[in-house]
């Protein structure tokens, strides 16, 4: 999406707070369809809440909440009539905007030799709904990954230009949640076309851009009234007072790069699987490998692109071998990176606060604890001091 659909409603479009009834949410799914937007919302599938086309209301989890905790998750039908009261899902929205399996070349044998060529994607229109503050957060960081610097994702930068999103204000937390620490959330600020907080009956509805509000006003809409707003702000509030999950982010970057041989790496490998689980449900990692797929008759090619893992052991392999052989490596080297290094390379952290990855590792490994064991035993072991170094002179030790 461009920089210009970006800009805040006080520029592209009335500021003012709307109010639309809950039913009138059918009628805005509609519109979006007759546009020619495939609409992806929550949903309840294999125990879980999921992200999945949709073209009716009646598909949102009503009336389901979630319980999460470290390295537990289950859903619970509560005595409400909401659609969004519920926390992350093990789904991000990074796998329609960044696929876990795509096409990205082919190379077909001819009578003149080989002819190599890069797929036209004609992308798909999603429109978004249920996105929350941290999910925000998380696309913001995939589009500096696919769309800063001198080397673009053409397919990213397609399906992002034509994404319409609606973002879900968030008005209740997991204990796994700490976006507060992070500085994404728990409210919506940017990023988002419209961006709802469910009440009772109603929502009250914030414009974030020019396409946004156009939807709007092809709604039943009211202006927000008092009452209505002084709900939709105590429900926010009670999210964040919710949230007591803490990350002391406080130089984390030397931190983490002065103790890559704290004993600490050592107690976290004996528990950790080097299952992935973490990078799969995260909503920022963005690792891929890339592999040729033959015909049997050997005269067309497949070059295909699909989700990896710092997890994985092959992912490490060189021509002179596997250079992270152990779990404890390969943790040191997703945590450093995620907290640490992200920043070299990004400008900013790697880790949006979701806690995704606390809930859905099945041995329940906190990244927040494990960074506090740091501090709280900041002796324990000292490596080299690379924080001090810049950024092109380290070498990997993970």
């Known amino acids: 999406m461009s920089d210009e659909q970006h800009k805040n409603a006080d520029q592209d479009a009335a500021p003012e707070l709307r109010l639309i009834a809950k039913a009138e949410l059918q009628q805005l799914l509609t519109l979006l369809r007759q546009d020619g937007y495939s609409v992806v919302g929550p949903q309840v599938a294999d125990g879980a809440i999921i992200y999945d086309e949709m073209s009716n209301i009646e598909q949102l989890p009503k009336g389901i909440s979630d319980s999460q905790q470290a390295g537990k998750y289950r859903l619970l039908e509560d005595q409400h009539e909401n659609y969004f009261q519920f926390n992350a899902s093990p789904h991000a929205w990074k796998q329609f905007l960044f696929p876990s399996r795509q096409q990205i070349g082919t190379a077909t044998l001819g009578e003149d030799g080989w002819r190599f060529e890069t797929p036209v994607e004609s992308p798909p229109k999603y429109a978004f709904l249920g996105a929350r503050a941290c999910d925000l957060a998380a696309i913001q960081i995939q589009d500096r990954i696919f769309l800063e610097g001198p080397y673009v994702n053409p397919f990213y930068a397609a399906r992002r230009e034509a994404a319409f999103i609606i973002?879900?204000?968030?008005?209740?937390?997991?204990?796994?949640?700490?976006?507060?620490?992070?500085?994404?959330?728990?409210?919506?600020?940017?990023?988002?076309?419209?961006?709802?907080?469910?009440?009772?009956?109603?929502?009250?509805?914030?414009?974030?851009?020019?396409?946004?509000?156009a939807l709007l006003e092809q709604l039943d809409s009211r202006p927000a009234n008092e009452a209505a707003l002084e709900t939709a702000a105590a429900l926010q509030a009670r999210a964040e007072e919710q949230i007591t999950k803490r990350l002391d982010t406080q130089d984390i970057h030397s931190l983490l790069l002065d103790h890559l041989n704290h004993p600490r790496w050592d107690q976290v490998a004996e528990r950790c699987l080097s299952c992935t689980n973490c990078t799969m449900v995260c909503p920022t990692c963005f690792c891929a490998t890339v592999e040729e797929v033959a015909t049997l008759a050997g005269d067309h090619v497949e070059r295909v692109q699909s989700w990896d893992s710092c997890f994985n052991f092959d992912f490490s392999y060189t021509a002179g071998g596997v250079v992270r052989d152990d779990r404890r490596s390969r943790y040191r080297q997703w945590l450093t990176h995620k907290l640490a290094t992200w920043h070299d390379q990004f400008d900013s952290s790697g880790c949006v606060g979701c806690g995704r990855c606390i809930t859905w590792c099945p041995v329940g490994i906190d990244l927040t604890e494990e960074v506090a064991a740091l501090r709280a035993e900041p002796d324990g072991s000292r490596s080299l001091t690379l924080a001090s170094q810049p950024a092109s002179q380290r070498c990997d030790l993970t």
């Not at 620490?181 to 907080?197: E, K, Y």
Request: hydrophobic share 40%; glycine share 6%.
């Open 167 to 213: 973002a879900v204000q968030c008005t209740v937390a997991a204990p796994t949640c700490f976006c507060t620490s992070m500085q994404t959330g728990p409210r919506c600020h940017s990023v988002f076309d419209l961006a709802l907080t469910e009440l009772e009956t109603e929502f009250v509805v914030e414009v974030g851009t020019a396409r946004g509000a």
